[in-house]
């Protein structure tokens, strides 16, 4: 299946330190790829780097298009949408307008009132409180807006970071259900950063697994599972 995003040779800085160096990585069309390691290996810098928010070098294909010069607003126009790292809702604002905060980015409006049908069904609780700040929504709600407003955007990749931070387990179940059915029925394709490297690999169909900004090794997601002596020395379980 051909790939929907094409990564080579990415490094990225922070100033004058280096976060990543010369990372590759492939995503399919409608696969789910999971990005593993320990805390400071480079994952989240990795998202970043993809979107063009830190500065960074390396070719990146998305859907064939060169987009490693491209501002960040117009990655996302693309069709990139992203779940970032501490969710990134607007408190203050309620989630009716959080979801509406993508409409300027939508030239068929009647569209983007589908999507948002889809968050209310997907995410039956934001509906309940659709008239409430985001702020004073628990943080499993809170995660649900994050994932509901990158879907208003008709994403065709979804770049995760760390969905189940701070969420108690039961949510956290609830909340990968609700992505694998994104990924199955929306055909999807995502790329997900995750500490909980269980959850992940139960989602994932690829995985690569970073040490010190580095890709260490990648492959089907089964593999890393069964492999304790792997999943010992980068994902200490």
């Known amino acids: 299946m051909a790939a929907i995003l094409d990564v080579k040779g990415l490094s990225a800085w922070y100033g004058q330190i280096r976060a990543l160096y010369e990372v590759d990585l492939s995503i399919e069309q409608g696969g789910v790829t999971a990005l593993l390691g320990a805390n400071g290996a480079g994952k989240t810098t990795t998202l970043r780097a993809i979107c063009n928010v830190v500065r960074r070098s390396g070719a990146t294909f998305f859907d064939g298009k060169d987009i490693a010069r491209l501002a960040t607003e117009d990655i996302v126009r693309l069709g990139i949408g992203q779940v970032p790292e501490g969710r990134g809702t607007f408190t203050g604002l309620t989630v009716e307008e959080n979801l509406r905060l993508a409409f300027h980015t939508r030239k068929d409006r009647a569209a983007a009132y589908r999507d948002m049908d889809l968050v209310f069904e997907l995410f039956p609780r934001l509906k309940e ?109």
């Open 129 to 237: 409180r659709v008239r409430q700040q985001a702020g004073t929504l628990s943080g499993g709600e809170q995660q649900m807006l994050a994932i509901g407003r990158a879907l208003m955007l008709a994403p065709r990749l979804m770049l995760l970071d760390e969905p189940s931070f701070g969420l108690a387990p039961l949510v956290v179940q609830e909340i990968f259900r609700i992505l694998r059915r994104i990924n199955e029925e929306g055909k999807v394709s995502m790329l997900i950063v995750e500490q909980n490297a269980a959850m992940a690999l139960e989602l994932a169909d690829h995985v690569y697994l970073l040490e010190t900004g580095r890709v260490v090794t990648s492959g089907p997601s089964e593999i890393v599972r069964n492999d304790e002596t792997l999943r010992r020395a980068y994902l200490g379980y």
